[in-house]
């Protein structure tokens, strides 16, 4: 089974900033937070990943409370291109946990 | 980053035959992974290809149903045999360079079995 939980679905208005949840609570002291989206009829896209502190890239910021039990994945300016399904995925490092389990994820939508 | 190719992108196929899947990737890679995503569902992994050992399958994937090869670090199959409708699905290469590092994704392969 996956160890995160996402909310099914969401919706951001076009300009505005996505906050997407995730809960990780079981997460283990070396293993990793990633988030991947996949947008209609493609394969997953790698956006970010971090462990403890907070990181941001060309593409969104990842923010992960103190105790790594949750983290939320920020998109600073939505747009339509953004509507997509968003998948938080919890990974280790060790030699043999190299492989992605993909839960539900969240479906954004992207409103005009 | 990497280009991963996979062919063919997609097919049509009557049950009771198979069909094999290729990726191909631009550059050397030490970890391969197959996904399976059925209609509306998530991915699955079906195993993990390494070059110059067999594929490790995941519960509920067996080498029978999946055969797998990885004749080197830039190249894999994976053939979905005796196919059934319930084996419509997409099929997704992924590759790993090693480490703690991205996975890259191929578009993926749609299988139609009728």
């Known amino acids: 089974d996956a160890k995160t939980t996402q909310p099914p679905s969401m919706d951001c208005a076009e300009g505005r900033a996505a906050n997407l949840p995730c809960n990780h609570s079981t997460i283990s002291g070396n293993e990793y937070v990633y988030w991947y989206r996949q947008i209609h009829s493609q394969g997953p896209q790698y956006i970010i990943h971090?462990?403890?502190n907070n990181e941001t890239n060309e593409m969104a910021s990842l923010i992960i409370t103190e105790d790594r039990k949750s983290s939320t994945l920020i998109l600073p300016h939505a747009t339509l291109r953004d509507t997509a399904v968003y998948y938080c995925i919890v990974r280790g490092s060790g030699a043999g946990s190299y492989q992605l389990t993909f839960g539900k994820g969240t479906k954004l939508s992207v409103i005009p | 980053s990497a280009v991963i190719s996979q062919k063919p992108s997609r097919d049509i196929c009557q049950r009771g035959t198979s069909l094999t899947i290729q990726c191909q990737v631009d550059s050397q890679v030490t970890m391969m992974f197959w996904y399976r995503q059925q209609p509306g569902q998530s991915l699955t992994l079906i195993a993990t290809a390494n070059q110059g050992s067999e594929a490790t399958y995941e519960s509920g994937f067996v080498i029978d149903k999946f055969p797998i090869s990885r004749p080197n670090l830039t190249f894999s199959t994976l053939t979905v045999s005796n196919m059934s409708p319930e084996d419509s699905s997409i099929y997704l290469c992924s590759v790993d360079f090693g480490g703690i590092g991205e996975l890259f994704f191929g578009e993926g392969s749609r299988l139609t079995v009728l």
């Open positions: 971090g462990l403890k």
